[in-house]
Each structure stands twice: as structure tokens, then as C-alpha cells.
T-cell receptor
Framework: SQQGEEDPQALSIQEGENATMNCSYK?????LQWYRQNSGRGLVHLIL?????REKHSGRLRVTLDTSKKSSSLLITASRAADTASYFC????????????FGKGTLLTVNP | GAVVSQHPSRVICKSGTSVKIECRSL??????MFWYRQFPKKSLMLMAT?????????EQGVEKDKFLINHASLTLSTLTVTSAHPEDSSFYIC???????????FGPGTRLTVL
């Protein structure tokens, strides 16, 4: 079952602004991953953060993880129109099956 | 690296027919692959975990006889939708976990339309 919750469900910003998306989960995790999906396409892996990490950067992306609050955030700085997509968080709760539980996603629209 | 392909990308079939979807990891080995289903504007729902050389593990509520999974090699898993019905119409996405890592790489998806 999909237990992750993300907010906001939809976010509309202007090019150049920063976009912040949040994700919460209910179980303990081994790691949390963020993915991007353009409409009707597959998912692109953006970043993985492990349960013992608090912050991770990749280019214009910054991910934080607060295991005490069971939440994570994805910050995209200096957004571009090409960043328009749906963003999903997914967590892995450990174990040998490596299953991911996906959040409901945030639809980000960056207006030129 | 880490490319996953799916074939076909789009398929239209009649009710009652079976449809096979292939998922391939092109440049890495994947002992474990996953099959998801996604409804419009919704998140991904895990259907089953596919393990090379063994039976797939299905999520609760997913009929194993309806959605046949075969993972015959370290780079190929197939999902066969048997006796398809219009309610099976959906976007099916596979992912492959690169052996030795936690990261899943996703295929581009297959749009199935059952008439």
C-alpha cells in the first residue's frame, strides 16, 4: 500500500524561484529516494538519502531528512520551466526485498 | 549507465487477449525487478517483486494468475496480463534494482489500452 504523503499536491511557481516539496512517511526507513516523472513517462531517479544522513545536495537539488519527524523535503533552487514535472518520494524500509513505498507526489509547474 | 527499457511502449488489445510486456536492464545486472501500475494523476502502486530464478512475490490484492511474471535472466523480466479486460487499462512501469545497490532505475512505462 502507498503510505507516503506529500505536500503540496500541486505547486505553481515562476522561473527562478525556489520550489520546496515535503514528504512524510509512517514506518522506520533504510533510505528515502526522490524521483521525477514527466507526464506519461517513466521515473527518473534524482537522489537517495540514507537514514543516517540529514542533508544531501546534487546540483540544484537539496534533500533533507528528519527521521524523528519521519519527513523529508526536496528543494529545487533557481527553478526552470524544464523542471515542470511530478515529483515523488519513495522510502525503503529495509529487508531483503528492497521494496519502495511511494508518496502521492507533487505536481510542480514552473511558469516561464 | 543504468538504462532500463520497456517494450512495447504502447499497446491496444481486445478484451480476452493476453499482452506481454518486457522490462530489460540494458547495462547492468538486476536480480530484482519490480512491476508497478499507475493510474492517471496518481502515484505508483507496486504490483509484484520479480526475482531472477524464483517465483515473483505479489502484493496483497494482485492476482498472480492474472498478472504472470517471469524473470528468466539477470536483465529481463516480463509481465503478461492474461485475459485482459478494460479495467486492466493502465500505465505499467517496471524498475530494476542494480545488484549491490539500493537504487531502482525505472523503465519508460507501457500504456495498455484494452478495448
Amino acid at each position: 500500500s502507498q503510505q507516503g504523503e506529500e505536500d503540496p499536491q500541486a505547486l505553481s511557481i515562476q522561473e527562478g524561484e525556489n520550489a520546496t516539496m515535503n514528504c512524510s512517511y509512517k514506518t522506520s526507513i533504510n533510505n528515502l529516494q526522490w524521483y521525477r516523472q514527466n507526464s506519461g513517462r517513466g521515473l527518473v531517479h534524482l537522489i537517495l538519502i540514507r537514514s543516517n544522513e540529514r542533508e544531501k545536495h546534487s546540483g540544484r537539488l537539496r534533500v533533507t531528512l528528519d527521521t524523528s519527524k519521519k519527513s523529508s523535503s526536496l528543494l529545487i533552487t533557481a527553478s526552470r520551466a524544464a523542471d515542470t514535472a511530478s515529483y515523488f518520494c519513495a522510502h525503503n524500509s529495509g529487508g531483503s526485498n528492497y521494496k519502495l513505498t511511494f508518496g502521492k507526489g507533487t505536481l510542480l509547474t514552473v511558469n516561464p | 549507465g543504468a538504462v532500463v527499457s520497456q517494450h512495447p511502449s504502447r499497446v491496444i488489445c481486445k478484451s480476452g487477449t493476453s499482452v506481454k510486456i518486457e522490462c530489460r536492464s540494458l547495462d547492468f545486472q538486476a536480480t530484482t525487478m519490480f512491476w508497478y501500475r499507475q493510474f492517471p494523476k496518481k502515484s505508483l502502486m507496486l504490483m509484484a517483486t520479480s526475482n531472477e530464478g524464483s517465483k515473483a512475490t505479489y502484493e496483497q490484492g494482485v492476482e498472480k494468475d492474472k498478472f504472470l511474471i517471469n524473470h528468466a535472466s539477470l536483465t529481463l523480466s516480463t509481465l503478461t496480463v492474461t485475459s485482459a479486460h478494460p479495467e486492466d487499462s493502465s500505465f505499467y512501469i517496471c524498475s530494476a534494482r542494480r545488484d549491490g545497490t539500493d537504487t531502482q532505475y525505472f523503465g519508460p512505462g507501457t500504456r495498455l489500452t484494452v478495448l
